[in-house]
Every structure is written in structure tokens, then in C-alpha cells.
């Protein structure tokens, strides 16, 4: 039993797990159902996103074909552009470059990728500014997007590019990519050079062209066409000579863009025309260009061996009508050719210039004679004038004032100057002229004080070019010097074979004077030793004159003992009161003789009327009233004497009108006659007469002032009693001693 039981006990005990793991399993079952429920469920899911996932790839498959497909076409397109192109990262390192760049830097791609581009082309030894700018911005957070250009030049295969730099930020990274795209535009930058040179030739050629029309100033043009030379031929300096018949030699005329160091150099060297290139030039009247050797010019025929830095020169020669003008020579520092059109242009340029020198220097040659023949005809008018004026005046001192101040009409002087030889002094008494202040007018130099004392023996002109060269100097061209003259021109004054002076004309500057100055000078020195020739006869013959005169008048007063030097004391009061009038030396001359000559009609008079100690009867007063009229009717066959007549017969009518001969009245009385009748009155008042005693010299004023206005003119006493006021006359007083009669 116990066995049973216990056999019991372990089935029950087993039949009890068997329970337990039926429940467990329950629970395992239900859990497993409830996760294929749920598998269910998430396999319906995953369905739907199996589904999506398909599609999606299909739609990716779809764009990744088309991406390789736009790729294909974008590289196909980048290889295909002509341009070479390239793309840099930040490091400056080629990612990707089209077959143009690679063929231009001629390396292979895997040469080429990775590495920096200015390593591969163009070799610049570092990055280009812009990328250098586009990484610094970017490494400062500013973005590196700036779209750029610049020109890049290289050397080394010639050829210029005009590189545009895109900069591209990277979407999945920091950083950016950058892109260079170079265009090639060498021919266009050639065509725009070619284009802007022939506009620079252009201008140039219209400015000599402008030059040559506008200028007739040889200088001036020469200058204007080196300048615009330079600017055409793309010279480094240009210079020009011009041809000298004299010395037949090209003479240096203007230069540009040469050193100022060699302008000395070329303004003193001259280029013969029978050597080297030069003659070639002239021979063949064809432009020639040649290679410099190192250290100078040494071409035959160009003496410019001070130019040190030269490489080529081209000399162009100016000809025209077959005869040559000058050269046009340009130099360069670099060696050079010279094309056709070079040529052509330096032709075209030649036959240009030639053509407004010849114009240039024919007008210049048209003026010349213009002015020559002008200063031939200023000269002869001047002449003439000096001539009318110098023999209008018997002056000598008039005459060599006027002809010195003429001199500056027919000559450039800074002086003119007269000196006349003083042969008992041994020396010259500098009598006219202008200009020298060392040497005043009237002062004496002796013979030995002057070089002048040679054109004196020997009857020669002087010409001085330069005192400053000339030693020793004696002391009047000494104290010259130190005024500042430099040259003069000296020529004698003869007359009738005796030097009698010298003209002198004084310049400032050194060899101021030309022969046609000499010529002149020398011509004004006959016309005005003429004239002093004519004026010391003029005055020997009015010596004469004036002799006979005195001699008459002497021989009128000494009729009477009571008039004896009467005529010469009225004279010196009438002449006293024409200076104070302010009356001209010839009216004074005038005036000296009517009053010598106011009383020569008494040479009709009777010595017994004159002498009369009593009154004179109305019959001999009348005899006396007629000496006036009859004076001037003695005068009157001397046409010399014209002027004086009627002073002579109206210097007895009185200011009121009841003088003789005809009752003349104020202003309508000649003016001499006026000064003579208070002259002879004075006189008359003051000397002693048969019937009378003469007046005391404050009665005789007295009387003046008493008669004026009606015997006398107002005017002409006042002018009198000033003079006898201040002691600027005397009254002389005429005593006849008892028995004279």
C-alpha cells in the first residue's frame, strides 16, 4: 500500500507539474499569439515600408541616372570649353581642371590634380591676390562668394588671359572650392594695343600735321615735331638738326626725352654731312635704322658717343626741292626692328616736315626781307628827318642832341654819345647824347684816358665786341664797363678833311652791332658833319652879319654925341625882357637886331635936329616922327630883316593909340615894337640931351609906372620893374661932358 500511495503520491505529483507546465505552456501560447498578432501587425507595416523603400529606390535609381547623365554632360561640357578651366579648394589645390588647362600646362591629369595650381599655370610662385583675398575672408567667417576678374599676363608662352574667379561654398563641409576661368584674350589685347597705337600715331601725326600748318617759327616747330616723333616712333628721345649752308654742317636744333646730363653735348655737336650715315641719308633721301654697339654710338657719320645707354637709332632726312634741310633722329634703349609700315610712317613724317620747314623757312626768309627792306626804308625816313631836322637849326649843339637821339630809331643802343675834339686840351669834351651816367655832358677826357684818341689819328671807325675780353682798358671805357656796356661802335665826324669829333653807339651786350649798324652810324656821321659844316659857315656869315650890323648901329648912335651907344644899351634891355618872356633863341636873335637897327632911319636925319639944344619946332618934329617909317622902308630890300621891320617902324605908337607912324593901338602893336618902346624909353629917359638933364634911375620908374597903359604896355613894365627890382638889369646912365658939341 505504502507503495501504492506512494506511487500515487508521485503520480499526483507529477500530474501536478504536468498542470503547471500546461499553464506555463497556456501562458507561452497566448504570449506567442499575442506576438504573432503583433508580428502580424508589424509585418502589415513593414509591407507598406517595403513598398515605400521600392518606390524610393526606383526613384533614386531614376536621379542617380539622370545625375550621371548630367555629369557625364557637365564634363563633357567643362572639357569642351575652350578656355582653360580649373577648380581649387581652399588649400589652393586642383580638384578638377578641364583638357584646355591641362593642355596648356602640358602635364597629364594625375600630375595635375592635387596639386596648387600656381605650381602647374600660370607659375606666379604663390596664389593669385583675389584667392589669397577669397581664403582670408573665409578663414575671417566672411564668406568667400565674390565673383572677380583680372588680367594675368604670361611670359613665358606670351600670351595674356583675363581670369574670373567664382568662389563655391561647399554644402556638406566647411570650406569652399574656387574656379578660374581663363579666357585667352592675347589677340585682343594685341588688337587693342594695335588699335590704341595707331590712335596714339594718329594723334601724333595730327599735331606735327597741326604743328606744320600753324607754325612758322622754325624753333617751335622743330620742337613740336622731336616731341610728337617720340610719340610715333615709340622712341625714347628724338632730335633734329638743321642744315647751316654757311658751314655745311647739320646744326642741332631741338631735342626730347633726352638726359639733361647730354643736352650740352648735343647742343654742341654738329653732324657732317659727307660721312657715314649721314651721307647715306642725304644721298639716298631715304630713312636708315641701324644697331648701336655697347657703350655709345660709334655709327661713321654720328659722333654721339655720349649717349652711353642707346641700342638703335633711326635718322630720317628733312629734303626738299633736292636740297636738304635737316635730320630727324630717334633713339631707343632697347634694340629694335623696323617693319615696312615703320617706314612708310617715318616717310610720311619726313615728307611732312620737309614741306612746312621749306614753308617755314621761306616765310622766315619773306620776313626777313620784309624787315630788311622795311628797316632800309625806316632808315631812309630817318635820315631824311634827321636831315630836315639837324639843317633846320644852325645850332650846333641842337644838331648833335637831335642826331644822337635819332639813333635808337636806326639801331638797337643802349647809348649814344658825341664828343668833340678839343686839340689845345689834347683831349674830348662829351658834348650830346643818352644813356651814360659816368660820364656827364661838358665833362673833359684826355687823349691818353681813351682808346677813342685811335679813331682820331687814324681817321678810322672802332668796333669793341666785348670790353670784358679786351686789356688793359683805360679809364673812360672802364668806368663804361662798369655801367654795364659791353660793345660800341665808334666813327668820326670830319669835316672838310679835319676829324672834329666822334659818334659813338653802346650796347649793353656783347657784339650787340651788325656792318648794316656801322653803315648807318657812319652815314648819320657824313650827314652831321655836314650840317655842323654848313652851321659853323652859317655862323661865320651871321658873325658877319651881326658885325655889320653893330657897325651900323654904331655908326647911327655916333651922329650926336647924345646918342653914342644908345642901340646897345636898348638892345640889352629889350633882350633882358625877352628871356624873361620866355622868348625862343631865334626871336631873341630877332629881337637883337631890331634893336640895333630901331633908329637906322635917323640915318636921314639931320645932325642939327639931333644936336638942337631947344624944342624942336613942329616942322623938325616931324622930320623926326618919319625915322620909323623910314627905317623900315631902308630894311626893306633885305628879305633877311623881314621879321624886324615892323618892330622897327612901330616902336613909337603907343599902348592908347596916339603914337606914330600909324596910331596903332594895344595888342594891335607888334610885340617887339612894344619891348623896344619901354626899352628906348628907359634909354632915352636916362641919358643927358641937349635941352635936358637925364632922370634919376627911381624917376625913370617912377615914370613907367605913371605911362603904363597908355604909353606903354601894362604887361612889359611889370616885366621890367621885376628885373630892375631884383637886380637882374642896369640901367646905364649916358653924361655928355660940357664942350662935347
Known amino acids: 500500500m505504502p507503495d501504492e500511495e506512494k506511487k500515487l503520491q508521485?503520480?499526483?505529483?507529477?500530474?501536478?507539474?504536468?498542470?503547471?507546465?500546461?499553464?506555463?505552456?497556456?501562458?507561452?501560447?497566448?504570449?506567442?499569439?499575442?506576438?504573432?498578432?503583433?508580428?502580424?501587425?508589424?509585418?502589415?507595416?513593414?509591407?507598406?515600408?517595403?513598398?515605400a523603400i521600392i518606390y524610393m529606390l526606383e526613384d533614386i535609381n531614376e536621379s542617380t541616372s539622370k545625375i550621371e547623365t548630367a555629369?557625364?554632360?557637365?564634363?563633357?561640357?567643362?572639357?569642351?570649353?575652350?578656355?582653360?578651366?580649373?577648380?581649387?579648394?581652399?588649400?589652393?589645390?586642383?580638384?578638377?581642371?578641364?583638357?584646355?588647362?591641362?593642355?596648356?600646362?602640358?602635364?597629364?591629369?594625375?600630375?595635375?590634380?592635387?596639386?596648387?595650381?600656381?605650381?602647374?599655370?600660370?607659375?606666379?610662385?604663390?596664389?593669385?591676390?583675389?584667392?589669397?583675398?577669397?581664403k582670408e575672408r573665409q578663414e575671417k567667417g566672411e564668406g568667400a562668394d565674390a565673383d572677380v576678374e583680372a588680367e594675368v599676363a604670361v611670359p613665358e608662352c606670351g600670351?595674356?588671359?583675363?581670369?574670373?574667379?567664382?568662389?563655391?561654398?561647399?554644402?556638406?563641409?566647411?570650406?569652399?572650392?574656387?574656379?578660374?576661368?581663363?579666357?585667352?584674350?592675347?589677340?585682343?589685347?594685341r588688337a587693342e594695343e594695335a588699335i590704341k597705337e595707331e590712335m596714339d600715331v594718329t594723334a601724333h601725326l595730327l599735331m606735327i600735321s597741326e604743328a606744320t600748318a600753324m607754325t612758322t617759327d622754325i624753333d617751335k616747330l622743330m620742337e613740336d615735331v622731336v616731341r610728337c616723333n617720340c610719340g610715333i616712333m615709340r622712341a625714347d628721345a628724338s632730335m633734329s638738326y638743321l642744315w647751316d649752308v654757311s658751314s655745311g654742317v647739320f646744326r642741332p636744333s631741338q631735342e626730347y626725352?633726352?638726359?639733361?646730363?647730354?643736352?650740352?653735348?648735343?647742343?654742341?655737336?654738329?653732324?657732317?654731312?659727307?660721312?657715314?650715315?649721314?651721307?647715306?641719308?642725304?644721298?639716298?633721301?631715304?630713312?636708315?635704322?641701324?644697331?648701336?654697339?655697347?657703350?655709345?654710338?660709334?655709327?661713321?657719320?654720328?659722333?654721339?658717343?655720349?649717349?652711353?645707354?642707346?641700342?638703335?637709332?633711326?635718322?630720317?632726312?628733312l629734303i626738299s626741292a633736292g636740297h636738304s634741310l635737316g635730320l630727324i633722329i630717334s633713339l631707343y634703349l632697347q634694340e629694335r626692328g623696323f617693319t615696312e609700315r615703320?617706314?612708310?610712317?617715318?616717310?610720311?613724317?619726313?615728307?611732312?616736315?620737309?614741306?612746312?620747314?621749306?614753308?617755314?623757312?621761306l616765310h622766315r626768309y619773306s620776313v626777313d626781307k620784309a624787315m630788311e627792306l622795311s628797316h632800309k626804308i625806316e632808315t631812309i625816313q630817318v635820315m631824311n628827318e634827321i636831315d630836315r631836322s639837324i639843317l633846320s637849326t644852325l645850332e650846333p649843339g641842337e644838331i648833335l642832341e637831335t642826331a644822337v637821339r635819332m639813333v635808337s630809331r636806326l639801331m638797337t643802343a643802349d647809348r649814344a654819345t658825341v664828343a668833340l675834339v678839343d686839340m689845345e686840351r689834347q683831349g674830348f669834351i662829351f658834348t650830346s647824347g643818352f644813356g651814360v651816367t659816368s660820364v656827364p655832358k661838358g665833362a673833359f677826357t684826355h687823349f691818353s684816358d681813351t682808346d677813342a684818341t685811335d679813331v682820331i689819328f687814324s681817321g678810322r671807325p672802332q668796333y669793341v665786341p666785348d670790353f670784358s675780353e679786351s686789356s688793359p682798358l683805360l679809364p673812360l671805357e672802364q668806368k663804361l664797363l662798369k655801367e654795364g656796356f659791353l660793345s660800341h661802335?665808334?666813327?668820326?665826324?670830319?669835316?672838310?678833311?679835319?676829324?672834329?669829333?666822334?659818334?659813338?653807339?653802346?650796347?649793353?651786350?656783347?657784339?650787340?652791332?651788325?656792318?648794316?649798324?656801322?653803315?648807318t652810324l657812319e652815314k648819320l656821321a657824313s650827314q652831321i658833319s655836314v650840317a655842323l659844316d654848313n652851321a659853323r659857315h652859317l655862323s661865320d656869315l651871321q658873325e658877319l652879319f651881326l658885325g655889320t650890323v653893330k657897325s651900323l648901329s654904331s655908326a647911327i648912335d655916333t651922329k650926336s654925341p647924345w646918342t653914342a651907344g644908345h642901340s646897345e644899351r636898348v638892345t640889352t634891355y629889350a633882350l633882358a625882357i625877352g628871356k624873361e618872356m620866355g622868348f625862343s633863341e631865334k626871336d631873341l636873335k630877332d629881337l637883337e637886331l631890331a634893336g640895333l637897327l630901331h633908329d637906322i632911319g635917323k640915318l636921314g636925319t639931320y645932325e642939327t635936329i639931333l644936336d638942337k639944344p631947344g624944342k624942336l619946332t613942329d616942322e623938325e618934329m616931324g622930320i623926326m616922327r618919319e625915322h620909323p617909317a623910314k627905317g623900315a622902308a631902308i630894311l626893306e630890300p633885305i628879305k633877311l630883316l623881314k621879321n624886324i621891320r615892323p618892330a622897327i617902324k612901330y616902336h613909337h605908337e603907343y599902348y592908347n593909340g596916339t603914337g606914330y607912324p600909324e596910331g596903332l593901338k594895344g595888342e594891335t602893336i607888334p610885340l617887339f615894337a612894344r619891348v623896344l618902346t619901354v626899352a628906348d624909353t628907359v634909354d632915352a629917359m636916362a641919358a643927358d640931351r641937349p635941352y635936358r638933364k637925364g632922370r634919376a634911375l627911381p624917376d625913370i620908374m617912377a615914370e613907367l609906372e605913371r605911362c603904363s597903359g597908355t604909353q606903354f604896355d601894362p604887361q612889359i613894365v611889370k616885366i621890367f620893374k621885376g628885373l630892375y627890382e631884383r637886380s637882374a638889369i642896369r640901367i646905364t646912365r649916358l653924361n655928355v661932358p660940357e664942350g662935347a658939341i
Open 10 to 51: 508521485e503520480r499526483e505529483q507529477e500530474i501536478s507539474l504536468l498542470k503547471r507546465d500546461i499553464s506555463l505552456k497556456d501562458s507561452e501560447i497566448a504570449r506567442l499569439k499575442e506576438a504573432l498578432r503583433k508580428f502580424e501587425e508589424r509585418e502589415g507595416e513593414l509591407e507598406d515600408e517595403r513598398k
Open 71 to 134: 555629369q557625364k554632360e557637365w564634363e563633357a561640357t567643362f572639357d569642351a570649353i575652350s578656355s582653360p578651366l580649373l577648380i581649387h579648394d581652399e588649400g589652393f589645390r586642383i580638384v578638377r581642371a578641364n583638357r584646355a588647362y591641362q593642355k596648356i600646362a602640358n602635364m597629364p591629369f594625375r600630375e595635375i590634380i592635387g596639386r596648387p595650381y600656381f605650381e602647374i599655370f600660370p607659375r606666379t610662385g604663390g596664389p593669385h591676390p583675389v584667392c589669397a583675398s577669397f
Open 159 to 189: 600670351r595674356v588671359f583675363k581670369v574670373r574667379f567664382y568662389s563655391i561654398n561647399k554644402q556638406d563641409s566647411e570650406g569652399y572650392d574656387a574656379v578660374h576661368v581663363m579666357e585667352d584674350i592675347t589677340e585682343a589685347k
Open 257 to 317: 626725352g633726352l638726359d639733361r646730363a647730354f643736352l650740352p653735348f648735343f647742343r654742341t655737336d654738329s653732324l657732317n654731312a659727307a660721312e657715314g650715315i649721314v651721307k647715306t641719308v642725304v644721298e639716298t633721301g631715304e630713312p636708315v635704322a641701324a644697331m648701336i654697339q655697347q657703350g655709345g654710338i660709334e655709327i661713321k657719320g654720328l659722333p654721339l658717343k655720349w649717349i652711353k645707354d642707346a641700342r638703335t637709332v633711326a635718322v630720317v632726312p
Open 342 to 361: 615703320d617706314m612708310r610712317v617715318m616717310k610720311g613724317v619726313a615728307h611732312q616736315v620737309s614741306t612746312a620747314l621749306e614753308q617755314a623757312r
Open 489 to 519: 661802335i665808334r666813327v668820326p665826324l670830319a669835316v672838310k678833311g679835319e676829324i672834329i669829333g666822334i659818334l659813338t653807339a653802346g650796347a649793353k651786350r656783347k657784339a650787340a652791332f651788325t656792318p648794316e649798324d656801322l653803315q
